[in-house]
């Protein structure tokens, strides 16, 4: 089974930016669909963005206009970046690949955004 590990969290200043990398132990084409989820304390985790294999992609409306979600092929890597943080964006942040009805998570990378 293929393996997801995000990178590229952290502690980040209203306004700034952060890339998300979600590196796979095998091929990304595989999957159907890859995206980003995130998980506030106490909320319930929620998509952020996702991506399909011919490179649709579905953004929240709360993340329109500032994140953006890419994947390389050559490097089996899906990436999110994100643009104009806002402290509501403060959470930890999955990588999701479905291949039919199965879904495959990283671990989660943790975004704080505060001054």
């Known amino acids: 089974q293929v393996q997801l590990v995000e990178s590229g969290g952290g502690l980040v200043q209203p306004g700034g930016s952060l890339r998300l990398s979600c590196g796979a132990s095998?091929?990304?084409?595989?999957?159907?669909?890859m995206g980003w989820f995130r998980q506030a304390p106490g909320e319930q985790r929620e998509l952020v963005a996702s991506?399909?294999?011919?490179?649709?992609?579905n953004d929240a409306d709360s993340v329109k206009g500032r994140f953006t979600i890419s994947r390389d092929f050559a490097k089996n890597t899906v990436y999110l970046q994100m643009n104009s943080l806002m402290p509501d964006d403060t959470a930890v942040y999955f990588c999701n690949a479905k291949l039919g009805l199965e879904d495959t998570w990283g671990q989660g990378t943790q975004v704080t955004v505060s001054s």
């Open positions: 991506i399909t294999r011919g490179g649709s992609t």
């Open positions: 095998g091929s990304i084409f595989v999957f159907n669909t």
